[in-house]
């Protein structure tokens, strides 16, 4: 059962958070705007503080959701694990949209408040202390994603869940490659810069 237990999060994954947002509140296309990211950051660049909180809460909850769900059909650490990649591979590659998708923070957050709840917190500390601190979402994401695995290595975790964290970190900072190279480059935006569409 824990094959349908990570197509089943894929599936919850994938749903496009952000793209029906934009569709709603603005009729705009969120993936020919800014970014093109369907995710968040972009959405509250083009559309503003409620659009964007709506998708980061619609993010985090689809997460969680997929988890939870998983562990119905797989109650196993190996089915929850396969929950949280299963959940964020749709996120960032969602068959309902031709699998261009976003960069999977916020999902994974919600996937790991269900999965290990406790390895979040040193995580979402460090994001808010590096964005506060130099305005970068994409940063801050990257340096939480760091820190997950080492969260739940020391908190003894199955091993199928450190082997999830680690996926998980990697999916999301590999998906971060156009960020990082802006950042080498000084071009990256910093949070609350407005956006254009592209």
């Given at each position: 059962m824990t094959l349908a237990a990570a197509a089943l999060a894929y599936l919850v994954g994938a749903i496009p958070v952000g793209f029906i947002v934009a569709r709603v509140s603005g009729g705009v296309d969120i993936r020919r705007a800014g970014s093109g990211n369907i995710g968040a950051t972009n959405v509250l660049r083009t559309l503003g503080k409620l659009p964007a909180l709506l998708t980061l809460l619609g993010d985090i909850g689809k997460g969680y959701l997929a988890v939870r769900l998983a562990g119905s059909l797989a109650p196993t650490p190996l089915g929850l694990a396969e929950g949280?990649?299963?959940?964020?591979?749709?996120?960032?590659?969602?068959?309902?949209?031709?699998?261009?998708?976003?960069?999977?923070?916020?999902?994974?957050?919600?996937?790991?408040?269900?999965?290990?709840?406790?390895?979040?917190?040193?995580?979402?500390?460090?994001?808010?202390?590096?964005?506060?601190?130099?305005?970068?979402?994409?940063?801050?994401?990257?340096?939480?994603?760091?820190?997950?695995?080492?969260?739940?290595?020391?908190?003894?975790?199955?091993?199928?869940?450190?082997?999830?964290?680690?996926?998980?970190?990697?999916?999301?900072?590999?998906?971060?490659?156009?960020?990082i190279e802006r950042l080498m480059n000084g071009k990256e935006p910093r949070l609350g810069q407005r956006a254009t569409p592209a």
């Open positions: 949280a990649v299963g959940a964020v591979v749709g996120n960032c590659w969602p068959v309902f949209l031709r699998f261009r998708g976003g960069k999977g923070v916020a999902t994974g957050f919600g996937a790991f408040l269900a999965l290990a709840p406790l390895a979040t917190l040193p995580a979402a500390l460090v994001w808010v202390v590096v964005a506060a601190s130099f305005r970068f979402v994409s940063l801050a994401s990257i340096m939480a994603c760091l820190c997950l695995p080492l969260g739940v290595v020391l908190l003894r975790a199955p091993w199928p869940v450190i082997i999830a964290a680690a996926m998980v970190s990697a999916i999301i900072i590999y998906r971060h490659r156009p960020n």
